[in-house]
């Protein structure tokens, strides 16, 4: 092994209470151990996040924060996209908007965590440069506007959790999230009382 490269069993042994019963997180760090086992590099750079070597030039890990770019493949081909926004629902989960600026496509995944470096075969790699950043920036903005006409009119008994879709209240005087309808009401999540409220599907406009 190289000294940026470190193994499976090293690593183990390294986070392994018995040995250092101040690691936190074990099970979680076995786990990602587990899935690199057979890239000593990236093995390297997680026990230097760890704390386990001092940091050196090009051990950084990086995670999905917006401007950062990742990896991931389509069609048996390895391409290159960049983090244009993150949003948070309330259900604890994730939305990641990744922006693949040679195809000029948008995608949206949904996580669980955004605070590792690879979820879903999909692995952070670095930060986007300015150029790559603008012409991300710019094909949002485009896809943005495609999707407000797609989502202006609001359906009965659809779910909208997954969905970035507001409505005007009436009732409220304020826009609202909508996280499903029925026939009658359109449900929403309430921020002061964290908790899923609805209102009549008459109050609503921009419908």
């Known amino acids: 092994m190289s000294n940026t490269q470190i193994s499976y069993p090293e690593l183990i042994k390294m986070v392994h209470p018995d040995i250092n019963p101040n690691v936190q997180d074990v099970g979680d760090k076995i786990a990602t151990i587990k899935r690199h086992r057979d890239n000593p590099d990236f093995l390297y750079k997680l026990a230097v996040k760890w704390g386990f070597f001092p940091e050196t030039k090009g051990t950084k890990i990086f995670t999905f924060k917006v401007g950062n770019v990742v990896s991931y493949i389509m069609d048996g081909i390895k391409r290159r996209a960049v983090i244009i ?13 990744i922006v693949d600026i040679v195809s000029r496509t948008v995608f949206e995944k949904f996580f669980d965590n955004i605070n590792v470096s690879e979820y879903g075969g999909i692995e952070v790699i670095g930060k986007a440069n300015e150029t790559s950043r603008l012409k991300a920036d710019f094909l949002y903005v485009v896809y943005k506007k495609k999707q ?24 409220l005087g304020r826009r609202i999230r909508v996280l499903r309808t029925t026939a009658k ?22 419908r």
């Open 85 to 97: 926004d993150i949003q948070n629902f309330p259900i604890n989960r994730y939305k990641v908007v």
């Open 148 to 171: 407000e006409k797609i989502n202006q009119i609001l359906f009965p008994n659809r779910n909208y959790r997954f969905v970035d879709k507001w409505v005007y209240c009436t009732t």
């Open 185 to 206: 009401r359109v449900y929403y999540w309430c921020e002061r009382t964290n908790k899923e409220r609805f209102v009549k599907m008459s109050s609503v406009i921009d």
